[in-house]
């Protein structure tokens, strides 16, 4: 936890919000009702992988230096993070577009990740304050 809080505003926020989209993967995305039957589905089992990679990407991004595995990035940190909370927002928005094509319901899951993408996607692409030089 003290890692965590050295780490400036926005980035705490960033990793917040990839922590929340991961988490929203577990709960249900979509429900399908088909003769009486209802089928619900969460990230894992469809298109929802893009959110689970994105997250997974920006939380180990962060973990694994503090866990003391070193590594390199073949991409620049910002560009990193930027196609990582793209992944995390692109899962969403497909299975919303899937559903539209499916007559499904759209559930909780699918709402969470796609508000924690889209904050995700302010604070790397248009906060003017994560783009200050530290």
């Known amino acids: 936890m003290a890692e965590f809080k050295k780490e400036p505003k ?36 469809d298109v929802g992988y893009l959110t689970v990679i994105g997250s997974l990407a920006l939380l180990l991004n962060w973990a694994l230096p503090k866990l003391g595995i070193k590594y390199k990035l073949p991409l620049e940190e910002k560009l990193f993070e930027k196609i990582a909370t793209g992944l995390i927002v692109a899962g969403p928005l497909f299975m919303l577009y899937q559903v539209r094509a499916e007559f499904g319901f759209i559930g909780l899951g699918l709402w969470i990740a796609l508000v924690a993408g889209a904050y995700a996607c302010y604070l790397t692409f248009w906060n003017k304050e994560s783009k200050r030089k530290k």
């Open 10 to 45: 926005p980035k705490q926020h960033l990793i917040l919000a990839g922590l929340i989209a991961f988490v929203s993967t577990f709960l249900p995305w979509i429900s399908v009702s088909f003769f009486g039957q209802t089928i619900s589905t969460n990230a894992w089992n």
